[in-house]
């Protein structure tokens, strides 16, 4: 939950007078109670809240019934995200005592929105409102009306749900820890994504003490003889660094390369983003910074390729945008260079936190988790489409039952537009953050408005390469000619493929040539789909000269 440090310091000064005003407090107290009460706001106010919250239970075991002791454990529990618990601390310091802290009732209202409590968390909210009505500096902090205004899209969305069926991807891919950013390869029959769960790479540690949480790379097959998803591995190869954080943000058309976010505490210290490229043997090796300009002293994070190759969108934390974390476009200008980053403005960006961009096949649909616009509670997942001209439109929430009052991110789907995946930490996973599948043939969400059937007018070529040998041609030439005689150049990967969104419902001529071999032309007719981005696949076959 989001909490301004002017507001937590109110709240830490305040306690700390009661507290010392007590004048039933002997001089055992004095030396145990109070000591413990200030060190534990001191330990809040610098973010341990671990250890405040060990120091504010012994606390209330001493004082089960002290209000403002109450208070703060539940404001506590609410910083580690731990709804029951800061519902119930926060509930028995408001029966004892209403004014047991100045944010008693903001705080109160926040689990209530975390725990779909939707007519609580209004009532908690507007009464904290009401009692600071005179007092618009505190009603700005607080941010008491962004609160409010998550209550009111969270009716309004759970009262028109969307035609999509949301399905926890079960215990093959989750596990009791976090799991999280979910890639499709474009083959559709590969998911890699990102987990915390314990490996080799969590060191040796202390008896009692928890082992560190580093992120690692896995990945899972889908079985066409079970239609489900196999069992989930850490992916081999090199881009599992022992003893760093390792996450998996993007991955190229072609699955050639796979974007990464790293901090080793050594040349990726503090974050930045990285770029791994697939062996012959099918393996990932060692990631790569991508450098100056994406990578900054400042965090970055969530960078995921166009399905052309052309444009990396990210998230930083560097000054210049519109609120802490913002979505910047960097374009490639050669092998490994990309151009200074570009902030994709207010329609995208907002003052609260903007990430985990993902490009949708057609090329023109950025889907994105933020916790601004419209959004229910946390993290939301919205979408916006640019026009020709490249300006982006107005932010649209996926609505519920994709959103919830959870957080949601780092929404990708399938090249038929049929199939979605992202993350929660909604109720009902098997622990942290899950996995989640959504079924969406019944709601087009490349669609204009997302309710209608009214296709964007765009589709999917791709396809390989080869030799008469079935050898794979790197760096074939692919020419496009449409029907007005405009002509657009592509060079086929290193595995020979190739893959452009092109204008649908169109004809075109199509060439591949390769130095060497006799040049092969097609005729190609590309439909529209009325469901999402049509996709067709032509491969071309290349004889020697």
């Given at each position: 939950?989001?909490?301004?440090?002017?507001?937590?310091?109110?709240?830490?000064?305040?306690?700390?007078?009661?507290?010392?005003?007590?004048?039933?407090?002997?001089?055992?107290?004095?030396?145990?109670?109070?000591?413990?009460?200030?060190?534990?706001?001191?330990?809040?106010?610098?973010?341990?809240?671990?250890?405040?919250?060990?120091?504010?239970?012994?606390?209330?075991?001493?004082?089960?019934?002290?209000?403002?002791?109450?208070?703060?454990?539940?404001?506590?529990?609410?910083?580690?995200?731990?709804?029951?618990?800061?519902?119930?601390?926060?509930?028995?310091?408001?029966?004892?005592?209403?004014?047991?802290?100045?944010?008693?009732?903001?705080?109160?209202?926040?689990?209530?929105?975390?725990?779909?409590?939707?007519?609580?968390?209004?009532?908690?909210?507007?009464?904290?409102?009401?009692?600071?009505?005179?007092?618009?500096?505190?009603?700005?902090?607080?941010?008491?009306?962004?609160?409010?205004?998550?209550?009111?899209?969270?009716?309004?969305?759970?009262?028109?749900?969307?035609?999509?069926?949301?399905?926890?991807?079960?215990?093959?891919?989750?596990?009791?820890?976090?799991?999280?950013?979910p890639l499709l390869a474009n083959d559709g029959k590969t998911l890699i994504f990102t987990s915390s769960r314990p490996s080799m790479s969590t060191g040796h540690v202390k008896d009692g003490q928890t082992p560190p949480a580093f992120d690692n790379v896995y990945s899972a097959e889908w079985d066409s003889t079970t239609n489900k998803w196999g069992l989930s591995y850490m992916m081999q190869g090199d881009i599992n660094e022992p003893y760093a954080q390792n996450a998996a943000t993007g991955v190229s058309a072609d699955?050639?390369?796979?974007?990464?976010?790293?901090?080793?505490?050594?040349?990726?210290?503090?974050?930045?983003?990285?770029?791994?490229?697939?062996?012959?043997?099918?393996?990932?090796?060692?990631?790569?910074?991508?450098?100056?300009?994406?990578?900054?002293?400042?965090?970055?994070?969530?960078?995921?390729?166009?399905?052309?190759?052309?444009?990396?969108?990210?998230?930083?934390?560097?000054?210049?945008?519109?609120?802490?974390?913002?979505?910047?476009?960097?374009?490639?200008?050669?092998?490994?260079?990309?151009?200074?980053?570009?902030?994709?403005?207010?329609?995208?960006?907002?003052?609260?936190?903007?990430?985990?961009?993902?490009?949708?096949?057609?090329?023109?649909?950025?889907?994105?988790?933020?916790?601004?616009?419209?959004?229910?509670?946390?993290?939301?997942?919205?979408?916006?489409?640019?026009?020709?001209?490249?300006?982006?439109?107005?932010?649209?929430?996926?609505?519920?039952?994709?959103?919830?009052?959870?957080?949601?991110?780092?929404?990708?789907?399938?090249?038929?537009?049929?199939?979605?995946?992202?993350?929660?930490?909604?109720?009902?996973?098997?622990?942290?953050?899950?996995?989640?599948?959504?079924?969406?043939?019944?709601?087009?969400?490349?669609?204009?408005?997302?309710?209608?059937?009214?296709?964007?007018?765009?589709?999917?070529?791709?396809?390989?390469?080869?030799?008469?040998?079935?050898?794979?041609?790197?760096?074939?030439?692919?020419?496009?000619?449409?029907?007005?005689?405009?002509?657009?150049?592509?060079?086929?990967?290193?595995?020979?493929?190739?893959?452009?969104?092109?204008?649908?419902?169109?004809?075109?001529?199509?060439?591949?040539?390769?130095?060497?071999?006799?040049?092969?032309?097609?005729?190609?007719?590309?439909?529209?789909?009325?469901?999402?981005?049509?996709?067709?696949?032509?491969?071309?076959?290349?004889?020697?000269?």
């Amino acid at each position: 939950m989001k909490k301004l440090l002017s507001v937590i310091t109110c709240s830490v000064a305040i306690a700390a007078v009661s507290v010392a005003q007590n004048n039933n407090t002997n001089i055992i107290d004095k030396t145990g109670i109070d000591l413990k009460l200030f060190n534990a706001h001191q330990d809040y106010l610098r973010g341990d809240w671990n250890e405040a919250l060990a120091l504010y239970k012994e606390a209330n075991t001493a004082k089960p019934n002290d209000a403002s002791i109450l208070f703060h454990l539940g404001q506590t529990y609410l910083s580690l995200n731990d709804i029951d618990n800061a519902t119930s601390n926060l509930e028995k310091a408001e029966n004892i005592d209403p004014n047991a802290g100045d944010e008693l009732h903001l705080d109160l209202g926040q689990a209530y929105l975390s725990s779909n409590m939707l007519d609580k968390a209004q009532k908690e909210l507007e009464m904290y409102k009401q009692k600071y009505a005179d007092n618009p500096k505190v009603i700005k902090e607080s941010e008491v009306d962004y609160y409010l205004g998550q209550v009111a899209t969270a009716k309004k969305l759970e009262a028109s749900p969307v035609k999509a069926n949301v399905t926890n991807m079960g215990i093959s891919i989750n596990s009791e820890y976090d799991d999280k950013s979910p890639l499709l390869a474009n083959d559709g029959k590969t998911l890699i994504f990102t987990s915390s769960r314990p490996s080799m790479s969590t060191g040796h540690v202390k008896d009692g003490q928890t082992p560190p949480a580093f992120d690692n790379v896995y990945s899972a097959e889908w079985d066409s003889t079970t239609n489900k998803w196999g069992l989930s591995y850490m992916m081999q190869g090199d881009i599992n660094e022992p003893y760093a954080q390792n996450a998996a943000t993007g991955v190229s058309a072609d699955g050639l390369y796979l974007f990464m976010f790293k901090n080793n505490g050594s040349d990726a210290s503090g974050g930045d983003i990285f770029v791994a490229k697939k062996a012959h043997s099918g393996a990932y090796g060692s990631p790569v910074t991508l450098g100056h300009p994406v990578n900054t002293s400042y965090y970055e994070d969530g960078a995921s390729l166009s399905p052309d190759g052309g444009a990396l969108y990210f998230m930083s934390e560097k000054p210049g945008g519109y609120g802490q974390a913002d979505i910047y476009r960097s374009d490639k200008l050669g092998k490994t260079q990309w151009s200074e980053p570009v902030n994709l403005g207010p329609a995208i960006n907002t003052p609260y936190d903007d990430g985990a961009p993902s490009m949708a096949p057609d090329g023109k649909t950025l889907f994105f988790s933020s916790q601004g616009h419209n959004s229910m509670g946390g993290y939301d997942i919205f979408k916006s489409t640019a026009s020709d001209s490249g300006k982006w439109g107005t932010a649209v929430n996926l609505g519920y039952p994709i959103n919830t009052v959870s957080n949601e991110k780092n929404f990708t789907i399938s090249i038929d537009a049929k199939t979605g995946y992202f993350s929660s930490d909604r109720k009902g996973g098997q622990g942290g953050r899950d996995l989640y599948m959504v079924d969406l043939t019944q709601y087009p969400v490349l669609a204009a408005d997302s309710m209608s059937k009214h296709p964007k007018g765009l589709s999917i070529l791709r396809g390989t390469v080869l030799n008469q040998k079935s050898k794979t041609i790197e760096g074939a030439t692919i020419t496009i000619t449409d029907s007005t005689g405009t002509k657009i150049n592509l060079t086929t990967s290193s595995e020979g493929k190739y893959y452009i969104t092109l204008k649908a419902h169109a004809t075109y001529k199509v060439k591949a040539s390769a130095k060497g071999y006799k040049p092969t032309t097609k005729t190609v007719k590309l439909p529209e789909s009325t469901m999402g981005t049509y996709s067709l696949e032509e491969n071309f076959e290349l004889e020697k000269d």
